[in-house]
C-alpha cells in the first residue's frame, strides 16, 4: 500500500500541487543523527572546493601582502528543494536543518532556496540561520528540476555552490537536463551536489544521464546512514 501511495504522489498529475509546509519546528537548536551527518558531509563538500592559494615569498608586485594562505570568501550556496508529493516533511526537514547548520558555523556565505515541483515554486533567501524562521513553502504534484536551473542560471557567479536535494523521480528530459546542469557547472566551477531521497534506482538513471558533472550524496534516514556513491566503481565512499 505504501509503494502503491508513493506512486500516486509521484504521478499526482502537471500542475502545482496544493500542500503547505512550515519549517518553524524543525529549526530548532537541536538536530537528530541525520541531520547532523548530512551537514558534516556538506561541509566537507564545501571545504574541499573552496579555493586557496599560497606563496612563501614577498610579491614584487604586491610587497605589502604577507606571504602564507589566502582563503577565497565563503561561497553562496544554492539549493534547489524537491517540494513534490512524494517528498515527506520529515526528508525536508532534515535538508532545512542543515542549511541551518551551515548558516551557523559560517561554513556558506548565504543560502539561497529555489522550491520546486513541477516548476519553480518559490525563492527565498537567508543570510543568517534566524532567516529560515519565515521560510515556508507550498508544493506537492509531479516534479521538474529544470526550471528551477533555469531560473537561477542567470544569477550563478564563480565559486558559488549548488546542491539539489530531491528523490531523483524526475519528470523531466534528462538528456535537457543534462545540458542544463552542464552550464551549472561551467559557471561556478563546482559540480552539483545530488542530494537524494528515496530509491536508488531513481538516483541511477540521473547518473546515467549526467555523469560526473553531480556528486551523489545518498540519504538514508531509515538507517541514519549519508554516503557519497562511487558510481564508476560500484562502491561507497
Same mark, same amino acid.
Given at each position: +500500500?505504501?509503494?502503491?501511495? +508513493?506512486?500516486? $504522489?509521484?504521478?499526482? #498529475?502537471? &500542475?502545482?500541487?496544493?500542500?503547505?509546509?512550515?519549517?518553524?519546528?524543525?529549526?530548532?537548536?537541536?538536530?537528530?543523527?541525520?541531520?547532523?551527518?548530512?551537514?558534516?558531509?556538506?561541509?566537507?563538500?564545501?571545504? #574541499?572546493?573552496?579555493?586557496?592559494?599560497?606563496?612563501?615569498?614577498?610579491?614584487?608586485?604586491?610587497?605589502?601582502?604577507?606571504?602564507?594562505?589566502?582563503?577565497?570568501?565563503?561561497?553562496?550556496?544554492?539549493?534547489?528543494?524537491?517540494?513534490? /508529493?512524494?517528498?515527506?516533511?520529515?526528508?525536508?526537514?532534515?535538508?532545512?536543518?542543515?542549511?541551518?547548520?551551515?548558516?551557523?558555523?559560517?561554513?556558506?556565505?548565504?543560502?539561497?532556496?529555489?522550491?520546486? =515541483?513541477?516548476? *519553480?515554486?518559490?525563492?527565498?533567501?537567508?543570510?543568517?540561520?534566524?532567516?529560515?524562521?519565515?521560510? &515556508? @513553502?507550498?508544493?506537492? #504534484? /509531479?516534479? *521538474?528540476?529544470?526550471?528551477?536551473?533555469?531560473?537561477? %542560471?542567470?544569477?550563478?557567479?564563480? #565559486?558559488?555552490?549548488?546542491?539539489?536535494?530531491?528523490?531523483?523521480?524526475? /519528470?523531466?528530459?534528462?538528456?535537457?537536463? %543534462? =545540458?542544463? @546542469?552542464?552550464?551549472?557547472?561551467?559557471?561556478?566551477?563546482?559540480?552539483?551536489?545530488?542530494?537524494?531521497?528515496?530509491?536508488?534506482?531513481?538516483?541511477?538513471?540521473?547518473?546515467?544521464?549526467?555523469?560526473?558533472? @553531480?556528486?551523489? $550524496?545518498?540519504?538514508?534516514?531509515?538507517?541514519?546512514?549519508?554516503?557519497?556513491?562511487?558510481?564508476?566503481?560500484?562502491?561507497? @565512499?
Amino acid at each position: +500500500m505504501k509503494e502503491e501511495f +508513493m506512486h500516486r $504522489m509521484r504521478e499526482a #498529475g502537471l &500542475e502545482k500541487g496544493g500542500f503547505h509546509r512550515s519549517f518553524v519546528d524543525s529549526l530548532k537548536a537541536d538536530t537528530t543523527p541525520i541531520q547532523a551527518k548530512i551537514k558534516t558531509v556538506l561541509s566537507g563538500i564545501i571545504q #574541499g572546493q573552496l579555493r586557496v592559494s599560497a606563496w612563501d615569498r614577498l610579491s614584487r608586485r604586491m610587497p605589502y601582502l604577507t606571504p602564507g594562505t589566502r582563503i577565497f570568501p565563503k561561497p553562496s550556496m544554492w539549493f534547489l528543494i524537491d517540494v513534490s /508529493g512524494s517528498v515527506s516533511k520529515d526528508e525536508l526537514s532534515a535538508v532545512m536543518s542543515s542549511i541551518r547548520d551551515l548558516l551557523e558555523s559560517r561554513t556558506i556565505g548565504r543560502a539561497v532556496m529555489v522550491t520546486f =515541483d513541477v516548476g *519553480e515554486t518559490g525563492f527565498f533567501e537567508a543570510k543568517t540561520a534566524k532567516d529560515l524562521k519565515n521560510f &515556508e @513553502i507550498s508544493g506537492g #504534484g /509531479g516534479t *521538474e528540476l529544470s526550471p528551477a536551473v533555469e531560473e537561477i %542560471k542567470r544569477s550563478l557567479k564563480w #565559486g558559488d555552490i549548488v546542491a539539489v536535494a530531491t528523490d531523483s523521480a524526475l /519528470g523531466d528530459n534528462l538528456e535537457k537536463l %543534462k =545540458d542544463k @546542469i552542464k552550464d551549472v557547472v561551467r559557471a561556478t566551477s563546482h559540480p552539483v551536489i545530488w542530494l537524494h531521497f528515496g530509491d536508488e534506482r531513481d538516483l541511477n538513471e540521473i547518473i546515467n544521464h549526467i555523469g560526473n558533472d @553531480i556528486i551523489p $550524496m545518498v540519504i538514508e534516514p531509515e538507517r541514519g546512514r549519508v554516503t557519497i556513491k562511487n558510481y564508476k566503481k560500484g562502491v561507497r @565512499i
